[in-house]
């Protein structure tokens, strides 16, 4: 059998949209889920440290606040958590995101220190047993 040129092309232009699991379908490689925690330091220069972290839905974020004192105060935004108000100091508080979304804060005793919570929903649980199109069903 004559394998024909244009075959072999077909086959490369139906990954050309950046496929990385070797054409294996969209459950060989499935993302990985963001995490559900996450943690922020609010440091001594003014900076929250990291200034942007990702977790999942339901997932928690916890302030570790040093001998400075910070708030975070959420813009107002529908899923965003109660604000950390005060001036808070050697002590971590948490906050938890039930809702997916970007949420933004800042610490309004300190001018520019601000941060990002990106919250994002899980794929869905396949549970593993295959089917389906890509599954192997035929």
């Known amino acids: 059998m004559r394998v024909l040129p ?32 996450a943690t922020v ?43 950390i108000p005060g001036a808070n100091t050697n002590t971590s508080i948490a906050r938890t995101f039930p809702s997916a979304g970007s949420f933004s804060y800042q610490c309004t005793l300190h001018p520019g220190m601000s941060g990002t919570v990106g919250v994002s929903t899980p794929p869905p649980d396949d549970g593993g047993g295959g089917g389906g199109v890509y599954g192997g069903e035929r």
């Open 6 to 37: 244009w075959a072999a092309l077909l086959a490369s232009a139906a990954c050309s949209s950046g496929c990385t699991d070797g054409g294996a379908g969209p459950d060989a490689n499935p993302p990985t889920p963001a995490p559900l925690t």
């Open 41 to 83: 330091q609010a440091t001594a220069t003014e900076a929250f440290q990291p200034s942007s972290v990702s977790i999942r839905t339901g997932g928690t974020v916890t302030w570790t606040f040093g001998s400075l004192g910070h708030n975070v105060t959420f813009a107002n935004v529908a899923g965003a958590p109660a604000d």
